[in-house]
């Protein structure tokens, strides 16, 4: 049983040495524990600092390119490497690496396809965060319940361990994050989850991806729709078609009664042409929501079909038969 740490880092110099040598070698369950940096083009001594404490590879972007698109490096390195257990942490030190053993015993144990921590789970262990951020928290939990039907406590957190079944599902496509698409597109996937409470340690400097709460939001809750939208396209498009037909309907019902009793359309004329563009614009996405829901079968075989690939690319590379 093979297990690779994966840690994104971007201009880390000052904690991915300490974060890098906390990481425990030796695991109940594990034979083998290797550490995987990706460095997201850090321009100062992340690299350097990275390799001299311990990294067991270091796999580099030309550029910056977000964080998603590092989790997605390091989620295929660690399988080319041969893990059998992915474990993904950031670089700045406020994960403990020592519950590492912890997060990964529901998926030794078969509990569990992939693991997620939670800092909220124990109410103990709630860490001191800006009302504006614990409020952002909640409310991206709660979208991602609602969509997945879920009872997570916290969805945002990227201290997480996958087997080596989850990783091969898991396709993500946003670069900038990836916390939610992933969650979202592995429980669509029937794949088990389940939170472990941990404690964050005090982040040294500012995130280096929630520059602005509003930015982050808005493009996390981007990310989360687009997901939601390529595996639920019949509700997606089928729910924004009803927004315009219940509308649509109601005042057209309104308008029909008013020409019934007074024999004319006035004062309410102009209320014609809205009736129309509304059940013209339901009557559009109806038609899309069907052709979505053929194009989403499509989809699923093209992620069979994908998932095999990798299970065939990646198979030889592991510890264990597959």
Same mark, same amino acid.
């Given at each position: 049983?093979?297990?690779?740490? %994966?840690?994104?880092?971007?201009?880390?110099?000052?904690?991915?040495?300490?974060?890098?040598?906390?990481? $425990?070698?030796?695991?109940?369950?594990?034979?083998?524990?290797?550490?995987?940096?990706?460095?997201?083009?850090?321009?100062?001594?992340?690299?350097?600092?990275?390799?001299?404490?311990?990294?067991?590879?270091?796999?580099?972007?030309?550029?910056?390119?977000?964080?998603?698109?590092?989790?997605?490096? #390091?989620?295929?390195?660690? /399988?080319?490497?041969?893990?059998?257990?992915?474990?993904?942490?950031?670089?700045? #030190?406020?994960?403990?690496?020592?519950?590492? $053993?912890?997060?990964?015993?529901?998926?030794?144990?078969?509990?569990?396809?992939?693991?997620?921590?939670?800092?909220?789970?124990? *109410?103990?262990?709630?860490?001191?965060?800006?009302?504006?951020?614990?409020?952002?928290?909640?409310?991206?939990?709660?979208?991602?319940?609602? /969509?997945?039907?879920?009872?997570?406590?916290?969805?945002?957190? #990227?201290?997480?361990? =996958?087997?080596?079944?989850?990783?091969?599902?898991?396709?993500?496509?946003?670069?900038? %994050?990836?916390?939610?698409?992933?969650?979202?597109?592995? /429980?669509? *996937? *029937?794949?088990?989850?389940?939170?472990?409470?941990?404690?964050?340690?005090?982040?040294?400097?500012?995130?280096?991806?929630?520059?602005?709460?509003?930015?982050?939001?808005?493009?996390?809750?981007?990310?989360?729709?687009?997901?939601?939208?390529?595996?639920? $396209?019949? *509700?997606?498009?089928?729910?924004?078609?009803?927004?315009?037909?219940?509308?649509?309907?109601?005042?057209?019902?309104?308008?029909?009664?008013?020409?019934?009793?007074?024999?004319?359309?006035?004062?309410?004329?102009?209320?014609?042409?809205?009736?129309?563009?509304?059940?013209?614009?339901? %009557?559009?996405?109806?038609?899309?929501?069907?052709?979505?829901?053929?194009?989403?079968?499509?989809?699923?075989?093209?992620?069979?079909?994908? =998932?095999?690939?990798?299970?065939?690319?990646?198979?030889?590379?592991?510890?264990?038969?597959?």
């Amino acid at each position: 049983m093979k297990l690779v740490i %994966t840690i994104p880092a971007y201009n880390e110099e000052k904690t991915i040495a300490r974060v890098v040598a906390e990481v $425990p070698r030796a695991i109940e369950g594990v034979d083998q524990v290797e550490v995987l940096v990706i460095d997201d083009g850090s321009t100062d001594g992340t690299v350097q600092q990275a390799k001299e404490a311990g990294a067991d590879r270091v796999v580099s972007h030309s550029g910056n390119m977000g964080v998603g698109a590092a989790f997605a490096t #390091g989620r295929d390195s660690a /399988l080319g490497m041969g893990a059998d257990l992915i474990v993904t942490m950031d670089a700045d #030190g406020q994960f403990d690496p020592k519950d590492i $053993p912890r997060l990964i015993e529901p998926v030794l144990e078969g509990q569990a396809d992939f693991v997620t921590g939670s800092r909220f789970l124990d *109410k103990r262990l709630t860490p001191k965060m800006s009302r504006i951020k614990r409020i952002g928290n909640s409310f991206f939990t709660r979208i991602v319940n609602s /969509l997945t039907g879920q009872k997570l406590a916290d969805t945002q957190c #990227g201290f997480r361990a =996958y087997s080596w079944e989850a990783a091969l599902r898991s396709n993500t496509f946003a670069d900038f %994050t990836y916390t939610q698409e992933v969650l979202i597109d592995l /429980l669509y *996937k *029937k794949m088990k989850v389940r939170e472990v409470p941990i404690q964050v340690r005090e982040r040294e400097g500012e995130s280096r991806v929630v520059t602005h709460w509003y930015s982050y939001g808005l493009k996390a809750l981007v990310i989360a729709i687009r997901t939601f939208r390529d595996h639920e $396209p019949l *509700k997606f498009f089928g729910s924004v078609s009803l927004l315009a037909l219940i509308p649509g309907v109601i005042i057209g019902l309104f308008m029909l009664a008013h020409w019934v009793s007074t024999g004319g359309t006035s004062p309410f004329t102009s209320l014609l042409y809205l009736v129309v563009a509304l059940l013209v614009m339901g %009557t559009i996405f109806i038609v899309l929501a069907l052709i979505a829901d053929m194009l989403d079968r499509l989809r699923e075989i093209e992620d069979e079909l994908l =998932y095999e690939s990798k299970r065939q690319r990646y198979k030889d590379g592991g510890r264990l038969p597959r």
